[in-house]
């Protein structure tokens, strides 16, 4: 009965590496710019479209698209384009603009302290609306 458990696990855990990768090649094929680390600080502005790959991310200024798989991610700045969400835990500051829109997949946790202009789409567990209108 473990070694089943042991194997499932298994195996879920490399399809899901898998599907995670595909993903990853896919917004790569549309042009977005891959940034990849443990903890991914993004501090000066950046143009284009990006995707985050790692643990932890904070992400100021970009003009463009913003994709991101990450256990947990931060947006501080402005994004001018849509942001695509395979993260676990989701912080929009307070400082922080989203003029496109959001489309999470698997996102346990969204809190929003700052603005979001355009749609918010997909699987959210928890929302946190906390802007102070």
Known sequence: MVLAGLLYWGY???TG????????????????TLVQ???MG?????????????????IGDVNGNVAAMCQQITFEGTVTGNV???????????????????????VQQLVIHGEVKGEITGDIQQTVNQKQE
Do not use: M, W
């Open 12 to 14: 879920s855990y490399f």
């Open 37 to 39: 680390g443990q903890v």
């Open 42 to 58: 993004s501090t000066e502005p950046r143009t284009g479209s990006y995707v985050f790959f790692g643990q932890k991310a904070t």
């Open 84 to 106: 695509d969400l395979h993260c676990q835990q989701v912080t929009i500051a307070e400082s922080a603009v989203i003029q496109g829109n959001i489309h999470a997949d698997g």
């Open 17 to 32: 590496y898998v599907r995670g990768f595909e993903e990853l090649c896919g917004f790569e094929e549309q042009g977005y």
